[in-house]
């Protein structure tokens, strides 16, 4: 079952059949709603409030609730923004020092773009009104899939119909970060400190805090960890320092100018015409490559089987001389359009697996981790910064449901929420590679 039939677009909320009763209440997660957090919520289940007709929402009265958010990626961007227009005062910090727009590829799924469509802004349009000259439109190209060795299209899959009230986004993923963390500083007005790196989280029974590096500390009615696999928010949560574990796989990726491709008669037809999307699955090996920008940016990925014996997940610089020998006995266009990238652009991804946490919330319930710092998921999931978004819409909700007298309600109501939905969501990554592995085409 692919991610988006497993629950309507945006509904933040699918966890097991069994009632919660974190905050006054029951969850029915099953059924698509919630009223566990003493009544609807409203908003996570692609109902929005405060719809406006041009501008920024309306507040909403003033909670009382302060928040610390650590990490400035699409997770902590999206809590910051929820937490904000549901009354909370939030800080944000970023151990970089500056904004960079760096990376390549992401994708949003539906239920994310339910999440963009309803951020109004400050000039009457809206966070998806901005993100869509920047995606991929495959509306008339499709998907092709070729056969790994002879080139051959066996399969021309057409994008379904657009659903405007819930947009689906692929594009560069420093471009989309970009226009949220300044929605967030420059619009929002959101306190956001850059640079700086968190020595330790800690709690008492009455707040929680950070340590920066400089020894200063910085103190809130809650923490949200959301900094990554390597937070150091697990070890406060898990009271233990996790092991990470190899998946067996690596990625190359690059996103390049089309100025290669152009000037070769041979490759000029994936740019020329507008956006493109052709894949090639080959044996425990995936080549993905879009044209996107009506052709003027290209990007390809190309997932591997890697035992390289490192820590943790993390990137190099990558060599053309070893991704050609990945594709030896291929179809020679894969090569051909790998050699239009220059070799500064192409990233070497190794890829590190964790195991489910048992809790994402700490014993004193002050302290809670989001997105991959909770949960990270296989690239081939296409679905871990959508999950760090829902993350983040629902624990502001859960907060403003429970109040600030029961901040450790709200943390633990949250994950009764999340929990099932995100180890299923988990399970189609694994999934999804592991059917690709066996039926190459």
């Not at 302060?66 to 227009?85: D, S, Y």
């Not at 760096?102 to 949003?108: A, E, N, R, W």
């Not at 405007?164 to 956001?192: C, M, Q, T, W």
């Not at 590190?352 to 990270?376: E, I, Q």
Request: proline fraction near 4%; hydrophobic fraction near 35%; include cysteine.
């Amino acid at each position: 079952m692919a991610v988006d039939d497993q629950v309507s677009a945006g509904e933040a909320i699918i966890s097991a059949d069994s009632h919660t009763d974190g905050i006054n209440g029951h969850t029915n997660g099953a059924n698509g709603h919630t009223d566990g957090v003493n009544g609807h919520t409203d908003g996570v289940n692609g109902h929005t409030n405060g719809h406006t007709n041009g501008g920024l929402h309306p507040e909403k009265p003033k909670t009382g609730i302060t928040v610390i958010i650590v990490g400035a990626g699409f997770g902590g961007l999206c809590a910051a923004i929820e937490c904000h227009r549901q009354g909370h005062s939030v800080r944000l910090f970023e151990s970089f020092s500056e904004l960079k727009i760096l990376g390549d590829i992401i994708s949003f799924g539906a239920n994310a773009g339910r999440i963009f469509r309803r951020w109004h802004t400050s000039s009457g349009d809206r966070i998806s009104d901005r993100l869509r000259p920047l995606s991929i439109d495959l509306s008339s190209y499709g998907f092709n899939i070729h056969k790994f060795d002879t080139g051959e299209i066996v399969l021309n899959s057409k994008n379904p119909p657009a659903d405007p009230e819930a947009p689906v986004f692929n594009g560069h993923r420093g471009e989309f970060h970009s226009i949220l963390f300044h929605y967030v500083k420059d619009e929002l007005r959101v306190p956001v400190r850059l640079g700086c790196r968190i020595q330790k989280y800690f709690e008492t029974e009455s707040e929680a805090g950070i340590e920066l590096e400089a020894g200063e500390r910085v103190t809130a009615d809650v923490v949200i960890g959301a900094d990554g696999v390597r937070s150091k928010a697990r070890e406060l949560v898990l009271g233990y320092v996790d092991k990470p574990k190899s998946s067996g796989y690596a990625v190359y990726r690059a996103w390049f100018d089309n100025s290669g491709m152009m000037a070769d008669p041979e490759t000029r037809q994936f740019c020329e015409n507008g956006d493109t999307f052709n894949g090639w699955i080959g044996p425990e090996v995936h080549f993905l490559f879009s044209t996107i920008k009506g052709g003027t940016d290209c990007c390809w990925v190309l997932t591997h089987k890697d035992d390289a014996g490192i820590e943790e997940s993390w990137s190099f610089p990558g060599k053309l001389e070893d991704v050609y020998k990945v594709f030896e006995g291929w179809d020679p266009m894969c090569k051909r359009i790998v050699s239009k990238t220059p070799e500064d652009k192409l990233v070497d991804w190794k890829i590190v697996y964790r195991d489910p946490l048992f809790s994402w919330v700490s014993n004193g319930g002050r302290t809670m981790l989001l997105g991959d710092s909770a949960h990270p998921f296989l690239p081939t999931s296409a679905q871990g910064a959508t999950q760090a978004m829902e993350d983040g819409v629902t624990i502001a909700i859960s907060l403003r449901e429970a109040g600030k007298g029961n901040i450790g309600g709200a943390t633990r109501a949250f994950q009764k929420i999340r929990y099932e939905r995100v180890k299923g969501v988990q399970k189609t990554g694994e999934t999804t590679r592991d059917v690709s592995d066996i039926c190459p085409f």
